[in-house]
């Protein structure tokens, strides 16, 4: 499996000498991500002299990307955004690139491994692509949901998996308020621009690689727009959620007053950054998002900066309670302790949340139900955010708690917004 990383300035990384089989010539690679039960792998990989590498196949299926410079395939010279996909097992041409070229490199679902001169493998599927991408013209996005200034080139698309490799560009002033999370895994390395969002800035090389249900946004871009190179390992379904909150506690043994026991608690609004680190202009953006869905006739709620206002979870625990008090018959009293429960409200370690009648408190929902069903039975159960093939009229499962992501020193953020 892959961490979840979110968010590197590659700038941050060190270098490694470039693992590039049976090829001729001096590079080194930044890891952005790697997978080592499978060897998949995303790297930055600069060429120190001309390089090169004869026909052959690949054990993985291999991406190629250039950021700056030249590469050559099969005798086809392209210059900066040329992308070559070759599927592991298929034979490919010979490749080269000149001295001083910077590329994208990726590898998915095996190793680094390559066969000079071999033949087709007999599980082998798809064909090589090889593209100029500059050539390319930008679509508008075509998925429902955000609002207009999204637009897409198509790089590679898997007719069996879904797995797909595009170019995405984020127009300046393009927002939204929201939090989404995907049944699949979503990857990208900014090449241009300036966008803001929960987990920090995205600017010239930052890379994240964010497990399937992961939720993200409040995604506000900055002046010239911004652009990414993004991979997903399956069809991205955008599945909204507003009013966010995690709160979690427990009871100190020794760690309280005098090195005692205690009981705490925190939330992600306790850790909000105070005040904003917004900038006026974000939340004008934030706040442009919202009117664009409700002028579409969604009920969103109204934006309101991630620590401002009433915590959320308490609310949402006041009507967990408040419902629950309600499907047991009490539904005349005013929230508070002047009822008529035989129980006590001695916050002892005996207190219990459920009203005396057995009820517990309320979410909305059978958190079973937030599952998806295979989760916890299929060869996948030990990653929980592992993504799993989802198809319209499936059970949307919710997003999953991730917390501690890796960052590197000069771009990640967080401060508790969209945990």
Same mark, same amino acid.
């Given at each position: 499996?892959?961490?979840?990383?979110?968010?590197?300035?590659?700038?941050?990384?060190?270098?490694?000498?470039?693992?590039?089989?049976?090829?001729?010539?001096?590079?080194?690679?930044?890891?952005?991500?790697?997978?080592?039960?499978?060897?998949?792998?995303?790297?930055?990989?600069?060429?120190?002299?001309?390089?090169?590498?004869?026909?052959?196949?690949?054990?993985?299926?291999?991406?190629?990307?250039?950021?700056?410079?030249?590469?050559?395939?099969?005798?086809?010279?392209?210059?900066?955004?040329?992308?070559?996909?070759?599927?592991?097992?298929?034979?490919?041409?010979?490749?080269?690139?000149?001295?001083?070229?910077?590329?994208?490199?990726?590898?998915?679902?095996?190793?680094?491994?390559?066969?000079?001169?071999?033949?087709?493998?007999?599980?082998?599927?798809?064909?090589?692509?090889?593209?100029?991408?500059?050539?390319?013209?930008?679509?508008?996005?075509?998925?429902?949901?955000?609002?207009?200034?999204?637009?897409?080139?198509?790089?590679?698309?898997?007719?069996?998996?879904?797995?797909?490799?595009?170019?995405?560009?984020?127009?300046?002033?393009?927002?939204?308020?929201?939090?989404?999370?995907?049944?699949?895994?979503?990857?990208?390395?900014?090449?241009?621009?300036?966008?803001?969002?929960?987990?920090?800035?995205?600017?010239?090389?930052?890379?994240?690689?964010?497990?399937?249900?992961?939720?993200?946004?409040?995604?506000?871009?900055?002046?010239?727009?911004?652009?990414?190179?993004?991979?997903?390992?399956?069809?991205?379904?955008?599945?909204?959620?507003?009013?966010?909150?995690?709160?979690?506690?427990?009871?100190?043994?020794?760690?309280?007053?005098?090195?005692?026991?205690?009981?705490?608690?925190?939330?992600?609004?306790?850790?909000?950054?105070?005040?904003?680190?917004?900038?006026?202009?974000?939340?004008?953006?934030?706040?442009?998002?919202?009117?664009?869905?409700?002028?579409?006739?969604?009920?969103?709620?109204?934006?309101?900066?991630?620590?401002?206002?009433?915590?959320?979870?308490?609310?949402?625990?006041?009507?967990?309670?408040?419902?629950?008090?309600?499907?047991?018959?009490?539904?005349? =009293? @005013?929230? !508070? /302790?002047? #009822? +008529?429960? $035989?129980?006590?409200? &001695?916050?002892? *370690?005996?207190?219990? =949340? @459920?009203? !005396? /009648?057995? #009820? +517990?408190? $309320?979410?909305?929902? &059978?958190?079973? *139900?937030?599952?998806?069903?295979?989760?916890?039975?299929?060869?996948?159960?030990?990653?929980?955010?592992?993504?799993?093939?989802?198809?319209?009229?499936?059970?949307?499962?919710?997003?999953?708690?991730?917390?501690?992501?890796?960052?590197?020193?000069?771009?990640?953020?967080?401060?508790?917004?969209?945990?």
């Amino acid at each position: 499996m892959r961490p979840h990383v979110e968010l590197i300035q590659e700038d941050d990384y060190i270098w490694h000498g470039a693992e590039l089989v049976a090829g001729e010539g001096r590079a080194s690679e930044r890891r952005l991500s790697v997978d080592e039960e499978d060897g998949s792998s995303s790297l930055r990989v600069d060429f120190h002299t001309d390089w090169g590498r004869g026909p052959g196949v690949h054990h993985a299926n291999t991406e190629y990307y250039v950021l700056d410079g030249s590469m050559t395939y099969g005798g086809r010279h392209i210059g900066k955004g040329g992308y070559v996909h070759a599927p592991k097992g298929v034979p490919t041409e010979a490749i080269t690139f000149a001295e001083g070229t910077r590329i994208l490199h990726y590898r998915e679902y095996g190793d680094a491994g390559f066969d000079l001169g071999a033949a087709r493998w007999d599980n082998a599927r798809e064909e090589i692509i090889v593209i100029d991408s500059e050539a390319m013209q930008w679509d508008a996005v075509p998925n429902p949901g955000p609002m207009p200034g999204l637009f897409i080139k198509y790089l590679h698309v898997d007719p069996v998996t879904g797995f797909y490799t595009r170019l995405v560009h984020a127009q300046e002033g393009w927002a939204d308020h929201r939090l989404a999370h995907h049944p699949c895994y979503e990857e990208a390395y900014t090449v241009q621009g300036h966008m803001e969002y929960n987990f920090g800035t995205l600017d010239l090389g930052t890379y994240f690689f964010r497990p399937a249900r992961v939720k993200h946004g409040h995604f506000t871009t900055m002046e010239g727009g911004a652009t990414w190179l993004l991979r997903s390992d399956g069809e991205l379904h955008n599945w909204y959620t507003q009013n966010e909150w995690v709160r979690w506690g427990g009871e100190a043994v020794n760690y309280g007053p005098n090195g005692g026991r205690m009981r705490w608690s925190q939330s992600t609004h306790d850790l909000a950054s105070r005040p904003t680190w917004r900038s006026e202009r974000d939340l004008e953006e934030l706040a442009a998002a919202w009117r664009f869905q409700h002028e579409q006739g969604q009920p969103d709620v109204e934006y309101v900066q991630h620590g401002m206002g009433t915590d959320k979870s308490l609310i949402a625990i006041a009507k967990a309670m408040d419902a629950a008090r309600l499907q047991g018959g009490h539904g005349d =009293h @005013e929230h !508070g /302790h002047e #009822h +008529g429960h $035989d129980h006590s409200h &001695d916050h002892s *370690d005996s207190h219990t =949340h @459920e009203d !005396g /009648h057995g #009820h +517990g408190p $309320d979410w909305g929902t &059978d958190p079973r *139900d937030l599952e998806h069903p295979d989760e916890r039975t299929d060869a996948h159960a030990h990653n929980w955010g592992r993504g799993r093939t989802w198809k319209p009229g499936d059970p949307i499962p919710a997003p999953i708690v991730s917390s501690i992501p890796v960052r590197s020193r000069s771009r990640g953020r967080w401060d508790g917004d969209g945990m």
